[in-house]
Nanobody, 119 residues
Framework: QVQLVESGGGLVQPGGSLRLSCAAS????????MGWYRQAPGKQRELVAT???????NYADSVKGRFTISRDNGKNMVYLQMNSLKPEDTAVYYC?????????????WGPGTQVTVFS
């Protein structure tokens, strides 16, 4: 079992920056990819960015060039640097970890952190 806790959300004006952090604990040896997802009110949860254990990254088109995902395997942390924030980035941001064993894979989620971009 993997436990995830996010931090770093808050209020920011358009054009501003925030850095989200996610701390992983528990069965961290089984973690492969980690990522960030977000869910705005009335919308489905959507992928923001993912990063594999080898450091390969993937981004949603809407955040490319503005957001950067990074990972510190030694500290069991994943980060999301968000620059040039827009009101449409407002959402609850969730940390995700994919864990796999010899014959199974499962996803773990953090409780989420609110990001609000307002004028």
């Amino acid at each position: 079992q993997v436990q995830l806790v996010e931090s770093g959300g808050g209020l920011v004006q358009p054009g501003g920056s925030l850095r989200l952090s996610c701390a992983a604990s528990g069965s961290i040896f089984s973690i492969n990819a980690m990522g960030w997802y977000r869910q705005a009110p009335g919308k489905q949860r959507e992928l923001v960015a993912t990063i594999t254990s080898a450091g390969i990254t993937n981004y949603a088109d809407s955040v490319k060039g503005r957001f950067t995902i990074s990972r510190d395997n030694g500290k069991n942390m994943v980060y999301l640097q968000m620059n040039s924030l827009k009101p449409e980035d407002t959402a609850v941001y969730y940390c995700n970890a994919e864990s796999c064993g010899s014959s199974w894979c499962t996803n773990s989620w953090g409780p989420g952190t609110q990001v609000t971009v307002f004028s």
